[in-house]
């Protein structure tokens, strides 16, 4: 190898972040070409994760490593929500022991790279797209075990759960979070249920608020949140609310 391939190998190995995926765009940023990091693995100093995408040899990657280099590198519009976002901020009702699920949220039209997808990170990765909110609206870039990811703000990330549940979350454990979310800030959490396209989400919200007499409920106008009309049903045989026109668990009503 020249001397001038060794600089490039040595600056290289110099500005990457252990832990972070490097991905060809970034790799090329770094004057490091398709061909020649094809001889940095033959030569053992890099792995392959997949098509484009490279971890440093006997570094240990995580699945925030590889989010970090998507977000970061390719610049796709997909970040951490729901339960995930509030676990990470402290906010998760249970302390789970193995493989918890890490849900990340996009719009319906973006698609995560194969390498993504297909890598064993440890977690299983559940890739949630919708059009329940803007993707640019309260999620902000955090740093998580030295990485910059973007998460969602606890108002944002509740609503994201309320919208998994109760299929893919439970309704309960919703909940029991809420219950703790007690600075929840009004002009945030305003924002969000006005732009919120599920009625549905934005009626359980108000009414589990409700329920547990959460200080934000107070400070929002809901004459600028469009509830919409008509009975909505969680699940069927559910207890009838009739303050917000939904049918819900029992276990959720009779919960204390």
């Not at 098509?51 to 796709?76: C, H, M, P, V």
């Not at 929840?184 to 007499?213: G, H, N, T």
Request: net charge positive.
């Amino acid at each position: 190898m020249s001397i001038t391939v060794d600089k490039k190998l040595k600056n290289l190995l110099e500005r990457w972040p252990s832990g972070l995926v490097a991905t060809s765009p970034w790799l090329k940023e770094m004057s490091i070409s398709g061909q020649l990091a094809q001889r940095y693995l033959k030569s053992g100093w890099i792995e392959s994760l997949g098509r484009a995408a490279y971890k440093r040899t006997n570094d240990k990657i995580n699945w925030y490593g590889g989010l970090a280099a998507i977000q970061g590198q390719l610049s796709l519009d997909v970040h951490v929500g729901g339960p995930t976002a509030l676990s990470i901020k402290g906010s998760a009702h249970y302390v789970r022991l193995g493989k918890e699920r890490i849900f990340l949220f996009s719009a319906l039209n973006q698609k995560l790279p194969k390498w993504f997808l297909d890598y064993d990170w440890g977690n299983p990765i559940e890739h949630i797209k919708t059009s329940m909110l803007p993707s640019s609206i309260d999620v902000k870039s955090y740093e998580f075990n030295g990485m910059d990811i973007k998460i969602s703000s606890p108002e944002r990330a509740i609503l994201e759960c309320l919208y998994l549940s109760p299929k893919n979350f439970d309704l309960l454990e919703c909940y029991q979070i809420m219950e703790g979310l007690t600075t929840l800030r009004p002009k945030v959490l305003q924002e969000l249920l006005e732009w919120c396209s599920s009625i549905r989400v934005k009626r359980l919200f108000l009414y589990m608020a409700d329920k547990a007499s959460l200080p934000v409920l107070k400070h929002l106008d809901l004459d600028n949140i469009d509830l919409g009309k008509g009975d909505r049903s969680i699940v069927k045989n559910g207890v009838y609310n009739s303050q917000y026109r939904i049918s819900l668990p029992k276990e959720l009503v009779d919960y204390v």
